[in-house]
C-alpha cells in the first residue's frame, strides 16, 4: 500500500479496515429491540434476569451456590455449578449470535453477567479460572472458542489467575441428539488435563452453556485427577 508510509500505519490502516468491514456485516443493532448503537442495548442487557435460586443443576434442588447436592454427590466430580440464567430468550439469542455469527462485541455484556453471579456466589481462596476447550479442528472454524473468551474476560476483571488447563483430545459429536448417560460416554477420553499440579486449587471452569452438565463433569474428572481440590462449573446459562 503504497500510501502508507510506516508499519504503524498499515497497522491502524488495516485495523480501522477491519471495523469498518465488521460494522457492514454487524451494523451494530440491538439483537432484542433493534435500536442502533450497540449489539445488545442497556436496557435489553437489564432484561437478561440473573437467577436468584441456585439449584443442585443433577435433581433440581434448592442449593446456594449451586452446589452439587448430597444426593449427587457420589457421582461426581464437580463441586457445584454456578449458573448466571436460564437459556432462553435474550440471553439465548445472544449466546447463538457470539458464537455461530462471531459477534464478539456481546463478549463484554456476556461476561459483565458471569462475572456479577460469580462475585455473588463469594468464592475465594486460590483460584485458578479456565475454561472447556474446543477441539482444535472446531475452534480454527469458529476462529474462537467463545467459553476461553468469556473466562478469560471474567478472570482479567475479577482479578483471578487464568490458566488453560485443559484440552479436548477427541473431537466429539455434537452433543445435542444424546441423553444424558449417551452423552457422559460419548465424552470418555474426550478431555486431559496439561498440568498434574493442581493440589489445593480451586478451580473455575468456564463454559457457555450448561445443558446435561455432561461436559462440565467429563472436565471436573480431568481437573481432580490433577489434583484439584474444587471444580466450580460457571456458566452463563443452563437449559436446552
Ligand atoms: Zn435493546
Ligand atoms: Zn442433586
Same mark, same amino acid.
Given at each position: 500500500?503504497?500510501?502508507?508510509?510506516?508499519?504503524?500505519?498499515?497497522?491502524n490502516?488495516?485495523?480501522t479496515?477491519?471495523?469498518?468491514?465488521?460494522?457492514?456485516i454487524?451494523?451494530?443493532?440491538?439483537?432484542?429491540?433493534?435500536?442502533?448503537?450497540?449489539?445488545?442495548?442497556?436496557?435489553?442487557?437489564?432484561?437478561?434476569?440473573?437467577?436468584?435460586t441456585?439449584?443442585?443443576?443433577y435433581?433440581?434442588?434448592?442449593s446456594?451456590?449451586?452446589?452439587?447436592?448430597?444426593?449427587?454427590? =457420589?457421582k461426581?466430580? #464437580?463441586t $457445584?455449578?454456578i449458573? %448466571?440464567?436460564?437459556?432462553?430468550g435474550?440471553? *439465548? /439469542?445472544? +449466546?447463538?449470535?457470539l458464537?455461530?455469527?462471531?459477534?464478539?462485541e456481546?463478549?463484554?455484556?456476556?461476561g459483565?453477567?458471569l462475572i456479577?453471579k460469580?462475585?455473588?456466589?463469594r468464592?475465594?481462596?486460590?483460584?485458578?479460572?479456565?475454561s472447556?476447550?474446543?477441539?482444535?479442528?472446531?475452534?480454527?472454524?469458529?476462529?474462537?472458542?467463545?467459553?476461553?473468551?468469556?473466562?478469560?474476560?471474567?478472570?482479567k476483571?475479577?482479578?483471578?489467575?487464568?490458566?488453560?488447563?485443559l484440552?479436548?483430545?477427541?473431537s466429539?459429536?455434537?452433543?445435542?441428539?444424546f441423553h444424558?448417560?449417551? =452423552?457422559?460416554?460419548? #465424552?470418555? $477420553?474426550?478431555?486431559? %488435563?496439561?498440568?498434574?499440579?493442581?493440589?489445593? *486449587? /480451586?478451580? +473455575?471452569?468456564?463454559?457457555?452453556?450448561?445443558?446435561?452438565?455432561?461436559?462440565?463433569?467429563?472436565?471436573?474428572?480431568?481437573?481432580?485427577?490433577?489434583?484439584?481440590?474444587?471444580?466450580?462449573?460457571l456458566?452463563?446459562a443452563?437449559g436446552?
Amino acid at each position: 500500500m503504497w500510501f502508507l508510509k510506516s508499519e504503524n500505519q498499515i497497522f491502524n490502516f488495516l485495523s480501522t479496515t477491519k471495523d469498518f468491514l465488521i460494522g457492514l456485516i454487524f451494523p451494530k443493532i440491538c439483537l432484542s429491540c433493534g435500536v442502533s448503537g450497540f449489539s445488545l442495548c442497556p436496557k435489553c442487557q437489564g432484561k437478561i434476569k440473573i437467577l436468584k435460586t441456585d439449584i443442585c443443576i443433577y435433581c433440581g434442588k434448592i442449593s446456594p451456590r449451586g452446589k452439587i447436592c448430597q444426593n449427587c454427590r =457420589r457421582k461426581s466430580s #464437580l463441586t $457445584g455449578v454456578i449458573v %448466571a440464567a436460564k437459556y432462553s430468550g435474550i440471553i *439465548k /439469542k445472544s +449466546i447463538h449470535q457470539l458464537k455461530y455469527d462471531g459477534n464478539t462485541e456481546l463478549l463484554q455484556p456476556l461476561g459483565k453477567i458471569l462475572i456479577k453471579k460469580f462475585s455473588d456466589s463469594r468464592i475465594s481462596g486460590q483460584i485458578i479460572a479456565t475454561s472447556v476447550p474446543l477441539h482444535l479442528t472446531r475452534k480454527n472454524t469458529r476462529g474462537f472458542n467463545q467459553s476461553e473468551l468469556l473466562g478469560k474476560y471474567m478472570a482479567k476483571e475479577v482479578g483471578v489467575r487464568y490458566e488453560e488447563l485443559l484440552k479436548r483430545i477427541k473431537s466429539t459429536e455434537s452433543q445435542i441428539k444424546f441423553h444424558r448417560y449417551e =452423552r457422559i460416554d460419548n #465424552l470418555k $477420553g474426550a478431555f486431559k %488435563a496439561e498440568t498434574k499440579n493442581l493440589s489445593g *486449587k /480451586k478451580i +473455575i471452569l468456564v463454559d457457555d452453556v450448561c445443558t446435561s452438565g455432561a461436559t462440565l463433569e467429563a472436565c471436573a474428572k480431568e481437573l481432580r485427577r490433577a489434583g484439584a481440590r474444587e471444580v466450580w462449573g460457571l456458566v452463563l446459562a443452563h437449559g436446552n
